[in-house]
């Protein structure tokens, strides 16, 4: 009987692969065959020389990977890049961010989301969890470049009911859409600005409709103080308090987790997880970093993630990988803790995990989704390759990723995107920047008050 050609065949490659204990180990001259989206094979590249293929990537010198996860993001904010630069929290939300929110239409919200998502498919992200506004936008944008994501659309308590039940009708009517390629989530968006009953409900519409939630809280350690002056708890508390540590949970931040949360976290009834974005904590001088060792000293999984554009200037999770690794080290004050083998762990399968989809990507395997990205180490900041998991983390670039998979679906390849114009989206969005970022109206989406 021959067997039937491949979809894509990727050959000649360095493969990243996770043993059964899930350390990394990397194989030599090896090939990835795809069919139907999924990954059919992992195996030697003399092994399928003769396999017929539609599609054929010859990938020798380059490294074969899982496609990066970007755990919490605001891709539509890619068009407030840069408009709000060297400000303490509260005046870059209430002073620019927030006023300008309030002139955003749909349509900025998919140019946005457009010029995020070409940004993350270069940089091999592919997968994002999006927490924003016009989620039909972003959805829309998603099932169109063919980029996966878990979406959620986000509610502040100042809108009333009906807030909570636009994420909860676009969680419902988005689940499982693009092929299967969009999740979706409940998005209160803090315990500062959604009640306590609001995230009491928000618990209760997750159980009902099997739905995560995603959520900011102790974003950072002024937040938690203030919360304990206010209200005697911290946020997690308030959050395990609302039920929510029940539900599939993901937390974005957690730079103000205490150690009195970590019990808490140790014996939660759902999947908790925690998204650590290091570049705007350093922007925002904030003085305190995501727990990262003691999270997952209580079995919490802590995913890369770049926040938005907006305060991180970079939806590149390579920075955030590299940051994370580093700045772990000095908060612990151990150069063993936050090894290159391990950042590449929570860059790929842990990050997978923390937006639910743990089963199905994150690691390069038979029966697992085709989502793979090539690394191209032949650059001289790159070599000499003396520990190749230093060199991924510490030495390449999201400019080094050369071809980029989704579901077995080629986004982009030798560097040429596949499935955006970028042209037409950066000069539309240029078009739009003044009624974009006027705030002469003196309105604003929402109050920062922490």
């Known amino acids: 009987m021959t067997e039937s050609p491949a979809d894509l065949l990727i050959t000649g490659c360095t493969l990243l692969v996770h043993d059964d204990e899930e350390r ?5 001259d090896a090939a990835v065959v795809v069919r139907d989206g999924v990954i059919d094979a992992v195996t030697t590249a003399a092994a399928v020389r003769r396999t017929g293929a539609a599609e054929r990537i010859d990938a020798r010198g380059q490294v074969a990977m899982p496609g990066l996860v970007n755990c919490h993001t605001h891709a539509p904010m890619a068009a407030l890049r840069g408009v709000a630069e060297d400000l303490p929290t509260d005046e870059w939300f209430n002073d620019v961010v927030w006023p300008i929110e309030s002139n955003l239409t749909e349509w900025d919200v998919a140019l946005g989301a457009r010029l995020a998502c070409a940004e993350m498919i270069r940089g091999g992200v592919t997968c994002f969890a999006d927490h924003y506004f016009s989620m039909d936008a972003v959805a829309a944008v998603v099932a169109e470049c063919g ?3 878990h979406l959620g659309e986000a509610y502040f308590s100042s809108q009333g ?7 909860l009708e676009f969680a419902l009517r988005h689940r499982g859409g693009a092929g299967g390629r969009i999740t979706t989530a409940l998005a209160p968006h803090a ?8 995230l009491a409900a928000t618990a209760g519409l997750a159980r009902a409709h099997g739905l995560p939630v995603h959520i900011h809280a102790a974003e950072n350690r002024e937040q938690t103080e203030t919360s304990l002056a206010r209200h005697g708890r911290t946020p997690i508390e308030t959050l395990e308090r609302a039920g ?3 539900t599939d949970l993901l937390i974005a931040h957690g730079t103000g987790i205490t150690e009195r949360d970590l019990p808490l976290l140790a014996r939660t009834g759902g999947r908790t997880a925690v998204a650590t974005a290091p570049r705007g904590y350093l922007k925002f001088a904030w003085p305190t970093t995501t727990p990262v060792r003691a999270l997952r000293a209580v079995g919490v999984p802590v995913g890369l993630a770049t926040d938005g554009a907006a305060s991180n200037n970079s939806l590149d999770v390579w920075e955030s990988m590299a940051l994370t690794s580093l700045i772990q080290k000095s908060a612990e004050g151990d150069p063993r803790w936050l ?3 391990q950042a590449l762990h929570h860059a790929t399968l842990q990050s997978a995990r923390a937006v639910g989809l743990g089963d199905s990507v994150g690691t390069l395997a038979p029966g697992r989704r085709a989502d793979i990205i090539l690394v191209d180490l032949t650059g001289p900041h790159t070599q000499p390759v003396h520990d190749l998991a230093a060199t991924l983390v510490h030495s390449a670039r999201s400019s080094d990723v050369r071809t980029t998979v989704v579901d077995g679906r080629v986004l982009m390849r030798d560097r040429e995107l596949l499935t955006l114009d970028l042209p037409a989206v950066t000069g539309e969005l240029t078009r739009r920047l003044p009624a974009l970022t006027d705030r002469g109206h003196g309105r604003r989406i929402q109050e920062y008050d922490t």
Do not use: K, M, N
């Open 339 to 341: 090894t290159s083998r």
């Open 147 to 149: 980029i996966r994501a």
């Open 24 to 28: 990394i180990r990397f194989e030599e």
């Open 191 to 198: 315990p500062y600005t959604v009640t306590d009953a609001d």
């Open 244 to 246: 929510l540590l029940d």
């Open 161 to 167: 009911a009906r807030g909570r039940e636009r994420s």
